[in-house]
């Protein structure tokens, strides 16, 4: 059974950075692809971004140029670097593949 378990969350003051890790456990994590989403309080939650079993990347207009995805295949890891990161960037951010969801890890930008 599938598991994902994301960490790296966070508080970050405008501008700053932060990399979210995703883990994945016991799938066939190696042939397809990830997508990473977040929930802002009051919000539906959306894509922010994917990369698929290609290693093809897409992201949402809201953080192309300042969001970047990468996987690391011996650790089943996909992470989300997140640059020059935006009070509207706060959310709780989820890794998915399929139909399952990690628990999320909270991203705060404040000054």
């Known amino acids: 059974q599938l598991q994902l378990v994301e960490s790296g969350g966070g508080l970050v003051q405008p501008g700053g950075s932060l990399r979210l890790s995703c883990v994945a456990s016991g799938s066939i994590f190696n042939i397809f692809g990830m997508e990473w989403y977040r929930q802002a309080p009051g919000k539906e939650r959306e894509l922010v971004g994917s990369?698929?079993?290609?290693?093809?990347?897409k992201f949402a207009d809201s953080v192309k140029g300042r969001f970047t995805i990468a996987r690391d295949f011996p650790k089943n890891t996909v992470f989300l670097q997140m640059n020059s990161l935006k009070f509207e960037d706060t959310a709780v951010y989820y890794c998915h593949q399929g139909s399952v969801w990690g628990q999320g890890t909270q991203v705060t930008v404040s000054s």
């Open positions: 990369i698929d079993g290609d290693d093809n990347i």
